[in-house]
Structure formats: structure tokens, C-alpha cells
């Protein structure tokens, strides 16, 4: 399977480019997503993440609650750390098990943090969508409500945009319209199928 990591900084709009490569056919496989997945009771990180931070952190229906797990990650890299090296090789390999089942001459993998976490053997292909530091500030404002603090921490967990643009094979600019992004989709996907 021909794997293309697509990744980029927080508000950068990863999401709205993968739906668009979705509308291709092509099967999206979201780190996000399965991050959601492997911390539900029965879960093998869900006792370990309770053990860890605590059973303040437990909910509705007993699950972890992911907005106050993010509050004291992003405030605290030390417990941050902890939980990355918990989450990312169960969340890479249940990524891998479900390439393995895609139907796609080639997949995405949607992984917000794929540069930060290389090595990645099993990718391929790293497309970067950019937008600007402060595209990033304003989108998060609007989007989730942050406070400037709290926006100011997660910017700093993400390595800079210089930096994931030099790793970058391929870049999606995501400062335009709509139709500009749907344009270099339909570009990147003819070239992905190629490749694959």
C-alpha cells in the first residue's frame, strides 16, 4: 500500500484536505480519529492513562475526558511526553492494521504530529498543508474559544513551520479560497495515483 502522510500545524486544515481526497475515492485514515479510539474503557491505554493523571480526568459513561486531558498536557510537557510515548506506537500501529485493509490504489494518513514523530518507515510520501502562524492563531480564536495562553502552549508543542515545511515532498498552501484548495487536491491526487 502506497501511504502519503498528510500533516501540518494545529488549524492548518488537514481535515478539510483529506475530506477532499476522500470525495477521490481515496481511504483516509485519521491518527486523530484512532487517538480517540484506543483510550475508551477496555482500551489497553485507558487504565494506564488513568493510573497516570488520575480519576479526575473520568466522565460520562466512565471516558476519559479529552478536553481536561488536553488541559493539563499542553500545561505540563513533562505529563505531555508521557502520554505521546504512550499513544503514539498504539495509535501508528492500528493506523498501519487499517492501510492494510484499504481499498484505495493509495492511502492517507492523517497525522498532526507526523514530523515530531519520525521516523515513519511506512509512509511514503509527506504533504504539508501551510497556512501562517497567524492564520493558525485567528482559525484556533474562532474555532475552539482558546485563550491566548492555551494557543501559545499548543503552538509551542508543534515544531515550527520551517521546520515540517523542510520535510515536506509535497505542500498544500491553505491561506486561499476553497476552490484554489480543491485545485491542488485534484493535482496531488493525480500524482498519488501515479506513484502508487
Known amino acids: ?6 500533516t501540518g500545524g494545529i488549524a492548518s486544515g488537514k481535515s478539510t484536505v483529506a475530506d477532499l481526497f476522500a470525495k477521490h475515492g481515496v481511504t483516509i485514515i485519521d491518527a486523530d480519529v484512532i487517538a480517540r479510539e484506543v483510550i475508551l474503557p477496555g482500551e489497553s491505554a485507558y487504565d494506564a492513562i488513568i493510573t497516570y493523571f488520575g480519576k479526575n480526568i473520568i466522565g460520562a459513561e466512565q471516558q476519559i475526558e479529552r478536553a481536561k486531558l488536553r ?12 502520554l505521546e510515548k504512550l499513544l503514539h506506537p ?42 501562517s502562524v497567524e492564520t493558525q492563531i485567528k482559525r484556533l480564536k474562532i474555532r475552539d474559544n482558546l485563550d491566548k ?19 515536506a515532498d509535497d505542500i ?3 491561506e486561499g479560497d476553497l476552490t484554489a484548495l480543491v485545485d491542488a487536491v485534484e ?9 502508487a
Open 1 to 6: 500500500m502506497y501511504r502519503v502522510g498528510l
Open 90 to 131: 498504539l495509535i501508528r500501529d492500528r493506523m498501519i492494521a487499517c492501510s492494510l485493509k484499504a481499498n484505495s490504489p493509495y492511502c492517507i494518513h492523517v497525522v498532526p504530529l507526523l514530523i515530531e514523530t519520525w521516523p515513519h518507515p511506512e509512509i511514503n510520501r509527506i504533504l504539508v498543508v501551510d497556512v
Open 187 to 195: 493535482k496531488l491526487h493525480e500524482k498519488y495515483l501515479r506513484l
Open 172 to 174: 498544500i498552501v491553505n
Open 71 to 82: 488541559q493539563i498536557v499542553f500545561n505540563n510537557p513533562e505529563k505531555r511526553i508521557w
Open 149 to 167: 495562553d492555551m494557543i501559545e502552549n499548543m503552538l509551542q508543542a508543534q515544531i515550527s513551520r520551517e521546520e515540517r515545511l523542510a520535510h
